[in-house]
C-alpha cells in the first residue's frame, strides 16, 4: 500500500457530488478541489492585497486541493445525511480521520509531514480560506445549475448564501460582491 497515494489521488475525478441532486452536469471532487484552489487563492489575495492581511494565498490554494482527499476512499457522503445530527456529524468526522491516516500510509514516510496538514486540515490560518473558497464553491455550482433551468438547486443556493453571509469574512463579502455576479453570465454575456 505504501507509494499509491498519487495513483488515489488521480482517481478523485471518479467521485462524483451532488448524489441526491438532478444535476444538468456531473462535477467530481478533482474538478470541486480544483475550483476550491482557485478562490481558496482569490479569497487569501484579496485578505492580503486589499484588506492588508498576512495571508499566503500559495498554501490556501494547495491545503484546497487536497480538502476533500478522504472522499476517495469514503465517496462523497451528501451534506444533509453529513450533518442531520451532531452524533453522524462526528462519527463522520472519525471517519475523515482514519481515512486521512490511511492516506498518509501511502506515502513514502519522509514526505507525510508535508501532508499531514493539508489532509487534516490543521493549518489555523489557512483552513477558514479554504472553508470559506468550499463553500463558495457550492454557491457557484448552484448558480451554474439556476442558469441552466434546474430549479433542484434553488433552496441549496439560498440557504448557501445564508451560510457564506454568516462567515462574516470580509474577502468573502468582497467576492460576493464584485466578482461573483459574472458566475451567472453566459459565454456571450461574459464577452
Same mark, same amino acid.
Given at each position: ?94 471517519? /475523515?480521520?482514519? %481515512?486521512? &491516516?490511511? #492516506?498518509?500510509? @501511502?506515502?513514502? =514516510?519522509? !514526505? ?5 496538514? $493539508? +489532509? ?36 441549496? /443556493?439560498?440557504? %448557501?448564501? &445564508?451560510? #457564506?453571509?454568516? @462567515?462574516?469574512? =470580509?474577502? !468573502? ?5 464584485? $466578482? +461573483? ?11
Amino acid at each position: 500500500m505504501e507509494n499509491t497515494f498519487y495513483a488515489y489521488i488521480s482517481r478523485m475525478r471518479y467521485i462524483n457530488r451532488w448524489g441526491l441532486m438532478r444535476n444538468s452536469y456531473t462535477e467530481n471532487i478533482q474538478e470541486h478541489s480544483h475550483m476550491v484552489a482557485v478562490l481558496a487563492h482569490a479569497l487569501a489575495l484579496i485578505g492580503r492585497e486589499i484588506f492588508g492581511k498576512d495571508t499566503d494565498p500559495d498554501r490556501c490554494a494547495c491545503a484546497a486541493l487536497f480538502h476533500d482527499a478522504s472522499e476517495i476512499l469514503t465517496g462523497d457522503l451528501p451534506t444533509p445525511v453529513k450533518y442531520y445530527n451532531p452524533e453522524i456529524r462526528d462519527a463522520y468526522k472519525q471517519v /475523515e480521520h482514519v %481515512t486521512c &491516516e490511511k #492516506l498518509l500510509k @501511502m506515502l513514502p =514516510e519522509q !514526505l507525510r509531514d508535508g501532508y499531514r496538514p $493539508l +489532509l487534516f486540515e490543521s493549518d489555523k490560518e489557512v483552513y477558514p480560506y479554504v472553508k470559506a473558497a468550499d463553500k463558495l464553491s457550492a454557491y457557484i455550482k448552484c448558480a451554474e445549475e439556476l442558469k441552466a433551468g434546474n430549479r433542484e438547486f434553488e433552496s441549496a /443556493e439560498r440557504q %448557501t448564501m &445564508e451560510a #457564506l453571509k454568516a @462567515m462574516k469574512m =470580509e474577502e !468573502l463579502d468582497y467576492f460576493i460582491e464584485n $466578482l +461573483l455576479p459574472p458566475f451567472r453570465l453566459t459565454l456571450d454575456e461574459l464577452e
